[in-house]
């Protein structure tokens, strides 16, 4: 397992128009196969941290205003998304995002095409997320905007492994979902984990539940890294619970980033 030169995240800031800072030197590192929880409530800046990494900043007027972040060693400042897509780096966003009237296959496919592969690698990469997602074999001809929420997340994941990416940015995967899809689901992403080498950085609120199948944890409160260690560790800390409920509490207040004034 390589601890170096993955995906490391330095002292950061991001800062939104109207001089709102969203991040305030945040750090955090995802070592190479391994799954790191990103916790905290709604406002706690998990998502503005997932964004950062991979570039999609710009779609809601912010940027990076501090600090740096690469990717095996080389910035990832002068990339896009799709740059980072190519690196194979590639963001799951909240809320899943499937294209409503496409089938499910069609959604899978769609993944496939940013690689440019060729017809027998993509039916070869399709046969594989099926081996993952059953489910989705079975329905494979419905309509995306006609599935389930836990169907939709299924495709929302099988389509960034379509890209057949080193690490998968995890937005939220537990929202609005049956507890018991959830659990199916954070299995089958331990096992892509496993089995397929892929690491995973996964902003969750659920803080009891992904910590089960992290390594790594940090808990975000206010756009700041309050506490971190081992999944273990934090599992069994009082102040984890403390501090993420706070969070939570605050959040459901204000879920907009902390505005501080820019000197």
């Known amino acids: 397992?390589?601890?170096?030169?993955?995906?490391?995240?330095?002292?950061?800031?991001?800062?939104?128009?109207?001089?709102?800072?969203?991040?305030?030197?945040?750090?955090?590192?995802v070592e190479e196969g391994s799954i790191v929880a990103l916790l905290g409530a709604n406002g706690a800046g998990k998502t503005t941290t997932l964004k950062a990494i991979s570039n999609l900043l710009g779609s809601e007027r912010g940027h990076l205003s501090r600090g740096a972040i690469?990717?095996?060693?080389?910035?990832?400042?002068?990339?896009?998304?799709?740059d980072l897509v190519a690196r194979g780096v590639v963001q799951v966003l909240e809320g899943r995002h499937?294209?409503?009237?496409?089938?499910?296959?069609?959604?899978?496919?769609?993944?496939?095409?940013?690689?440019?592969?060729?017809?027998?690698a993509l039916a070869d990469d399709l046969e594989r997320v099926y081996s993952w997602f059953p489910r989705l074999k079975q329905r494979?001809?419905?309509?995306?905007?006609?599935?389930?929420?836990?169907?939709?997340?299924?495709?929302?994941?099988?389509?960034?492994?379509?890209t057949r990416p080193t690490l998968v940015l995890l937005d939220e995967p537990s929202m609005g979902l049956a507890p018991i899809i959830v659990e199916e689901i954070f299995h089958i992403i331990r096992d892509l984990n496993r089995n397929e080498g892929v690491s995973f950085l996964l902003a969750e609120q659920n803080a009891h539940l992904v910590l089960r199948f992290a390594d790594h944890g940090y808990v975000l409160e206010n756009g700041r890294v309050a506490v971190s260690?081992?999944?273990?560790?934090?599992?069994?800390?009082?102040?984890?619970?403390?501090?993420?409920?706070g969070a939570a509490t605050a959040g459901t207040a204000a879920a907009e980033p902390v505005q501080t004034p820019i000197v």
Do not use: K
């Open 229 to 245: 260690g081992t999944a273990a560790v934090l599992a069994e800390r009082d102040d984890v619970a403390e501090f993420y409920l």
């Open 70 to 82: 690469t990717w095996r060693g080389e910035a990832t400042n002068r990339l896009d998304p799709a």
């Open 98 to 120: 499937v294209f409503p009237q496409l089938t499910i296959e069609e959604n899978l496919l769609a993944g496939g095409f940013v690689r440019r592969p060729s017809r027998r």
């Open 1 to 29: 397992m390589t601890t170096s030169q993955f995906l490391e995240v330095d002292n950061i800031e991001v800062l939104y128009s109207h001089a709102i800072l969203a991040l305030r030197g945040v750090s955090l590192r």
């Open 140 to 162: 494979r001809s419905a309509r995306c905007g006609l599935t389930s929420g836990g169907e939709q997340q299924m495709v929302a994941i099988g389509r960034a492994m379509m």
